[in-house]
């Protein structure tokens, strides 16, 4: 399957399987006017399965479609991969009002804060020992004016995304942009002491 084209509405309710376990149910997808961009799936997961398979248990959290491997004669999807790969990849991700996100379901992403002001868009994310511990924000150039920002770029940490709205493609945050700025763990990510290592940019 994964060289195949699905449309989504093909792949919307179906249950999806590693081998005889259900992991859970296909909901959606992220919108995005660029359907290369789109890498993953949303993905209901069954609540055993979160209990035993996530660090902490979510109940949606990303669905790789490399993973896809078929359509079986009863509907249902079967992955290509173990629950040690699919394990894997959702460590690899970043929790969001308790749902969790691949990082290709949140670049591009525009980012406001708790007032609606546009801060700008999401072009990387930053990992710190093998854990994304924020994203990185191109800031609008009014945002830059206004706050004298040194640098295009910002690094808003994790803790503070509080949601974000599908259709609209935006991430929201849990601070005015003022208050975000003086708090420490804000600083300290945008302080340049963190090596470039610890930054990954996804292509």
Known sequence: MADESFMIQELLQREVYVKQTRVGIIVGERFHPNE????SLRLQ???????????????????SKELLHSIQADG???LSKSMRELQRRWRNTVRIDEKLYAPDELLDRAVLDTQGED???VV????????????????????????????DTI???VQFL?????RLDEI??????????????????????ILDDDFEEEE
């Open 36 to 39: 290369e961009r789109v890498q």
């Open 45 to 63: 997961v069954d609540a055993d399965i979160a209990d035993e398979f996530m660090r902490k248990p979510a109940e949606y959290a990303p669905l």
């Open 76 to 78: 249902t999807i079967k």
């Open 119 to 121: 801060l700008g868009e």
């Open 124 to 151: 990387g994310l930053v990992k710190i020992k093998r854990t994304y511990r924020g994203i990185q924000v191109k800031a609008r150039s009014m945002l830059r004016r206004r706050y004298r920002l040194e640098c």
């Open 155 to 157: 690094n808003i940490p």
């Open 162 to 166: 509080a949601r974000t709205s599908p």
């Open 172 to 193: 929201i945050l849990s601070r005015t942009f003022d208050k975000l700025m003086g708090l420490p763990s804000y600083m300290k990510l945008n302080s340049g002491d």
